[in-house]
């Protein structure tokens, strides 16, 4: 598709329990960014990548949430021992920042987030 | 420390009437600015920016005014249609590109 894909759209899992939560980024795009929003809040940064690696993960609360893009594409955002305070809408940006030509506006287009619920 | 602050919460206004969003951000360092428009269940999507060598932005019925001294910037919207209903953040950041530091949203309803 031409947007940021980001799967699962949904997803309830036990304290305790692994996640891994995927976002596909506009094709060519090599800024990618991960947010977390909660209810009545806005997006919290956690992660941004330029390429294949991180260029600023200091957004990222503890060592329970890790994010890789390996490829330099897509990126995967895992966390471990699951808490309840993880329960929130993860989004997914990614930005044409740093490429030439086109899109090169550093405006970031987010996906339709993912939504984690820790029972 | 909230270093991007929107103030209010929700703002209901008629349709044809203006609409002004404000925001307060505290970091100086900030450089670029930028408003989000999000629906329900959706991602937010970018609405207008501004560079903070700018004191104005225009973009058809939206319009952005950046106040250094004050760090305070507003959108304004003219005319408002029910169809702007949505959820409008404020975000910043220190380098075009990098991380957004977004405010909490201000819930905007324009009424037919």
Known sequence: GAGVSQTPSNKVTEKGKYVELRCDPISGHTALYWYRQSLGQGPEFLIYFQGTGAADDSGLPNDRFFAVRPEGSVSTLKIQRTERGDSAVYLCASSGWGTSGRGNTGELFFGEGSRLTVL | ?112
């Open chain 2, 1 to 112: 420390d909230q270093q991007v602050k929107q103030n209010s919460p929700s703002l209901s206004v008629q349709e044809g009437r203006i609409s002004i969003l404000n925001c307060d951000y505290t970091n100086s360092m900030f450089d670029y600015f930028l408003w989000y428009k999000k629906y329900p269940a959706e991602g937010p999507t970018f609405l207008i920016s501004i560079s903070s060598i700018k004191d104005k932005n225009e973009d058809g019925r939206f319009t952005v005014f950046l106040n250094k001294s004050a760090k305070h910037l507003s959108l304004h919207i003219v005319p408002s249609q029910p169809g702007d209903s949505a959820v409008y953040f404020c975000a910043a950041t220190r380098v075009r590109g990098s991380r957004l530091t977004f405010g909490e949203g201000t819930q905007l309803t324009v009424n037919p």
